[in-house]
């Protein structure tokens, strides 16, 4: 299966806590991409858990999907719709992801590629997150599409892991596009798509996201794109943090600022605990 983006993640060098009980694993596909939870605890309060995941999933999808009806369908077919909760906040937190990376983060590049499709340059204005007026209603600028596929992904996956707390449960890792921990530690390795396996990071309660750009190429160009058309200056970013959703943003984002701009970034962020980059050369280096 095509995913979004190449989740540089190596589930092999999963290792579940020492002293855990018994593993429960679902699968499943979440947002066009595969999805996996190990839950560990008892097999009948595991099942029913996982019940009601796929009831989070497919609200997720009938929110964010760019290929089926969905809120996000109906706001770029129509140009405005009152959002959900849901929409709510991950338009917030765009919003604010988008001000932190210098408008970096920007789910407006939905124009971009639908003018990569006509072979057609973006018609004037149609770019750009502050074109989008979010007074009650979301509405879009003429021309404008918006894609959540660089934060949908980890939001979904928060949510999963709420639900699963909800239910009582204290070691699980959730995979539904973006990697997050309930206890741990869960060990996951961080892989280039030219370098290979790089580094191994620990991760107990929190999230990890990766992106590199050139991982998957969509008419011709990354799947990553920048409002202002600029390239990505990473062959990988990962980012370590609270949120999936945070994680999700900031490891799509990155990919296009300096080292000192995501140092900046850090450092506005407590809830960010690690980033790494990886160049060109294959050479990794946490920020």
């Known amino acids: ?38 839950l560990t605890g008892p097999a009948d309060r595991a099942k029913a858990a996982l019940a009601g995941v796929r009831a989070v999933l497919d609200q997720i999808e009938a ?11 109906r706001l770029n077919a129509s140009g405005s719709i009152a959002p959900s909760a849901w929409m709510q906040q991950v338009v917030a ?17 939905q124009t971009l590629w639908q003018a990569h499709a ?78 290979g396996l790089l580094a191994a990071w620990q991760v107990t309660g929190g999230a990890l996201a990766v992106s590199s750009p050139r991982a998957t190429v969509v008419a011709g160009q990354p799947h990553i794109q920048h409002p202002k058309g600029l390239p990505p200056l990473w062959s990988t970013v990962a980012v370590h943090a609270d949120s999936a959703a945070v994680a999700d943003g900031l490891s799509t984002a990155l990919v296009f600022l300096t080292r000192g ?24 280096e946490t920020i």
Not at 63 to 73: K, N
Not at 93 to 109: I, K, N, Q, Y
Not at 119 to 148: D, Y
Not at 261 to 284: C, F, S, T, Y
């Open 93 to 109: 937190l765009s919003t604010a992801l988008h001000r932190l990376t210098e408008g970096a983060f920007d789910p407006t590049v």
């Open 118 to 195: 006509t072979g057609k340059a973006p018609e004037p204005g149609t770019l750009g997150w502050g074109r989008v007026q979010m007074a009650g209603q979301i509405t879009l600028a003429p021309g404008q599409a918006l894609t959540f596929n660089g934060i949908a992904q980890g939001f979904a996956t928060d949510l999963v892991r709420a639900h699963l707390a909800e239910h009582g449960f204290g070691t699980a890792l959730i995979n539904i596009g973006e990697y997050a921990a309930l206890g741990g530690p869960f060990r996951l390795g961080i892989s280039d798509p030219d370098a």
């Open 63 to 73: 929110t964010f999907s760019l290929y089926r009806a969905s809120d996000l369908t």
């Open 1 to 38: 299966m095509n995913r979004r983006r190449f989740l540089c993640l190596t589930a092999a060098t999963l290792a579940l806590p020492n002293g855990a009980g018994a593993e429960t694993v679902w699968q499943g596909v979440a947002l066009g991409a595969d999805a996996e939870i190990r």
């Open 261 to 284: 701009q995501i140092a900046a970034v850090k450092a506005l962020r407590p809830d960010l605990h690690r980033v790494a980059v990886v160049d060109a050369l294959g050479n990794l």
